[in-house]
């Protein structure tokens, strides 16, 4: 698939990307171009940047416990929203249909045993992307549908492209242009429909950006961190 900015000459080729937008004609704040790989330019909210100390992001009593993949954009802070754009990051993936409960459970375990094999050390977040999901009511449903669950390497030189053991393929995502909520809680279809519905509202009061691509989550937290305290965006 191909996205093209209108208005402007930037072009991203590859496999389906992960959720996109596209510029039309608007006025500020919003941007007036894709910002360049591994920034952000927010566009809604108020609270401040999350700072980065060590290999560690924070944002208030928000912890990001494992480091992001070298080059990716900040992560956004609860109830703000941000257009940011993504390098090409390589992906150890895992894909199905059906509940995205079970398969949540399901995807985890065949790629935290291929990282461990490879010796390559946990990054977040952990990517949750949806494919042609059924909707009511503008909802994401899992009745029907694909979904893809990501491993993030830290640097594309830790291992290379191709189908690994037990189900898992390697392979780089494209860079890519999303909108995206920061989100605070539990993680789940529920807060993904959250997150999608705020986006919705956000996007219908300006004409600059349109969507293009399908949604995503991405899980910043371990199962170590209560659920009031965990950390996520969707996108």
Excluded at 22 to 34: H, R, V, Y
Excluded at 64 to 80: D, K, N, R, W
Excluded at 96 to 122: C, E, Q, V, Y
Excluded at 154 to 172: L, Y
Aim: with cysteine.
């Amino acid at each position: 698939m191909s996205l093209f900015i209108l208005g402007g000459c930037a072009m991203t080729c590859g496999p389906e990307p992960a959720p996109v937008v596209a510029e039309t004609a608007g006025a500020p704040p919003w941007p007036m171009k894709s910002p360049t790989a591994g920034t952000t330019a927010r566009v809604m909210g108020d609270a401040e940047a999350p700072v980065l100390k060590g290999e560690n992001w924070f944002a208030g009593d928000l912890e990001i416990e494992a480091p992001l993949p070298q080059g990716y954009p900040p992560p956004t802070p609860p109830e703000c929203v941000e257009i940011k754009t993504y390098p090409v990051v390589r992906r150890a993936e895992v894909s199905g249909s059906g509940p995205t409960s079970i398969g949540m459970g399901n995807g985890f375990w065949p790629l935290f045993n291929h990282i461990k094999d490879r010796d390559i050390a946990m990054t977040s977040p952990v990517e949750m992307d949806y494919r042609g999901m059924g909707t009511d009511n503008g909802q994401l449903t899992a009745e029907q549908g694909s979904w893809t669950m990501s491993f993030l390497y830290r640097q594309r030189e830790q291992g290379p492209e191709g189908q690994a053991e037990r189900g898992v393929k390697v392979q780089d995502n494209p860079e890519v242009t999303v909108i995206s909520i920061g989100m605070m809680g539990g993680y789940g279809m529920n807060r993904v429909n959250q997150g999608l519905d705020k986006l919705r509202d956000v996007l219908a009061k300006q004409d600059r950006w349109v969507v293009a691509g399908d949604p995503r989550a991405l899980n910043y937290n371990g199962p170590q961190i209560g659920f009031k305290r965990r950390w996520s965006e969707v996108q």
